[in-house]
């Protein structure tokens, strides 16, 4: 049987989790009837030929797979080996998919690899609808990163628009994807697959729909003939524009060594004559010096008590207490916006973990009591502060609540990182920035970030957050103008966990900015005196360790 795991559209994710469940899938509510229609005429009929890019443990692992899921009716797979290739048929009720497979030896140079790539993709009449990339149970090796350079040296830069990565997953499974294959899949608009031992249905829905996007982005044309001999003619170009920047190259470099030449000659005459002055001015140099060092020792006797005194001093303080440099960040929106989900997925990337939980939106509950977590990245003490709403409907603020907030974060909070929810923008979310700065101060605007979530449920397709502000409400690209356009998102999906790597390294990065922007001070609330939040703290430290005792007795 087979599963894949991609980072598609919420509409793939529906079509694997209710075919695997045995529920037949219906269409989005919000697409019309019409829509649905001319979205299923095109798919009837429709045959995908892709070219398969992999040594022949891959292929063969793939291959395995399929026949052990060959008990599905959901589709049939038909192997065949006309001349050289291998070509795989995978028919269903409305498509049917060709991979086409030439052997990869480890060994084979380029040239040989590039010849099998071409051969391949000339075999499929009529050009291909995509490339598909084998790994081994997510390992992103220097033979894989081989191939993908090899594809772009004979089939140009633009064949990465074709491109999709299936990870083949019978065996060993790593936990963290490699940063290499994270820009690759950044480059292929997150066309990334995995297969596992699941329902083959839903998976092979989803890389149809996959394979669908690439078309519909390229005119739904696939990659042609055409394109490949646009490709040769360019890197033709390219050579006999390389080949005379190197011939001038070379020409100057001669130049070069020859006026160097001359330029040592002089050099070597200059140097004889200054060796002789430097001879005579080190003599009165020495002489100079040895009647300074008289005053130069007394002078470091001194300074050598100074210091022995001053280390007394030093000593005789108490000791400091953790020298790492902290910065405090608080968490603030409405409930359900998603401050706890961004708060674990903070500190699950931060800490370089990979995860394949559902989304951290279906497991959180709503956070009743300001939280504190703290996380060590890049020789830093990160401190996230989560809290509930600190406003009521009517806009009162809890005071309870800010002073605990306030007293987690002593000396005081760097960042405010305000949440919102990607999709949803009510009157309350509106309001948000007048509610903060009238608990906290005007100028706590100059210390906010504003911080998008995006969930399963709120995007069909991955988007662009520059072209969502630019979209979005005047009231909430007001909000973002306030907040000094500082602006960053995080995908707490299942669908998009591997770009999340790449969107808490910008967050933590422009949070480090804007604290170092204010001199790595605190925001102090004149509210509350450092006494009260003190008393506040410890307070609240007492119950807890009270909450403990009882617990564990």
């Keep these: 049987m087979l599963g894949m795991h991609f980072l598609t559209s919420r509409w793939n994710q529906e079509v694997c989790l209710q075919q695997s469940q045995g529920i037949q899938f219906q269409h989005s509510p919000q697409v019309g009837s019409s829509a649905k229609d ?3 005429d095109r798919l009837t009929n429709t045959k995908h030929t892709m070219a398969v890019i992999g040594v022949v443990e891959e292929w063969e692992s793939l291959k395995s797979l399929l026949q052990n899921s060959s008990g599905d009716k959901c589709f049939q797979s038909t192997f065949s080996s006309p001349g050289s290739k291998q070509v795989c048929d995978l028919a269903m009720d409305w498509l049917s998919i060709s991979l086409h497979y030439k052997d990869f030896k480890e060994d084979m140079p380029d040239e040989a690899i590039g010849e099998i790539i071409d051969g391949c993709f000339k075999s499929c009449e009529g050009g291909i609808s995509a490339f598909l990339l084998l790994i081994q149970g997510g390992f992103y090796t220097k033979r894989e ?23 083949v997953e019978d065996g060993k499974v790593t936990d963290t994807l490699d940063d290499t294959l994270l820009d690759l899949i950044n ?10 031992s699941s329902t083959a249905n839903g998976g092979l829905h989803a890389l149809v729909e996959m394979v669908n996007n690439v078309r519909s982005e390229n005119s739904e044309a696939g990659y042609t003939e055409a394109m490949l001999e646009k490709s ?3 890197c033709l170009e390219d050579s006999a524009m390389n080949m005379l920047k190197q011939k001038a190259q070379e020409a100057e470099e001669k130049e070069q060594v020859f006026m160097e030449k001359v330029r040592r000659e002089e050099e070597r005459r200059t140097k004889e004559m200054e060796d002789l002055k430097i001879r005579h001015a080190e003599e009165r140099r020495k002489e100079a010096e040895e009647k300074r060092q008289h005053e130069t020792d007394r002078e470091n006797i001194q300074e050598a008590m100074m210091s022995h005194r001053s280390l007394l001093q030093l000593q005789a303080k108490p000791p400091d207490g953790d ?24 500190l699950n990337r931060g800490a370089n973990l990979y995860s394949l ?3 951290c939106h279906d497991q959180t509950q709503p956070t009743m009591s300001c939280e504190k977590k703290e996380l060590f990245t890049g020789g830093k003490r990160l401190v996230l502060v989560d809290t509930p709403e600190l406003w009521d409907e009517d806009g009162v603020e809890n005071t309870e609540l800010v002073k605990d907030c306030l007293a987690l974060t002593l000396p005081g909070p760097q960042v405010f990182l305000l949440v919102l929810q990607v999709g949803r923008f009510t009157q309350g979310e509106s309001e948000m920035l007048a509610h903060v700065q009238r608990i906290f101060g005007r100028e706590v605007a100059e210390h906010a970030i504003v911080l998008f979530v995006h969930f399963d449920s709120n995007q069909p397709r991955p988007f662009r957050i520059n072209d969502y502000v630019a979209r979005a409400h005047p009231t909430l690209q007001d909000l973002v103008r306030k907040c000094g356009s500082r602006f960053y998102e995080l995908n707490v999906t299942r669908s998009q966990s591997a770009l999340s ?3 808490v390294r910008e967050l933590l990065s422009g949070i480090d900015k804007l604290v170092a922007s204010h001199g790595e001070r605190a925001y102090m609330v004149k509210r509350f005196s450092l006494q009260e939040l003190q008393e506040r703290n410890n307070v609240t430290a007492e119950k807890k360790e009270g909450a403990f005792l009882l617990r564990d007795s």
């Design 187 to 196: 480059m292929c608009d997150g066309r990334y697959c995995r297969i596992t």
């Design 232 to 234: 040769k003619r360019r």
């Design 323 to 346: 020298k790492t440099k902290k910065m405090s960040v608080v968490l603030l929106g409405l409930t359900g916006s998603g401050k706890s989900s961004a708060l674990h997925l903070i």
């Design 357 to 359: 939980i559902s989304s």
């Design 145 to 167: 990163r081989r191939k993908v350079e090899i594809l772009q040296s004979h089939f140009g830069a633009e064949a990465l628009r074709f491109l999709v990565i299936l990870s």
């Design 38 to 40: 001319m979205s299923q």
């Design 501 to 503: 790597y790449s969107q």
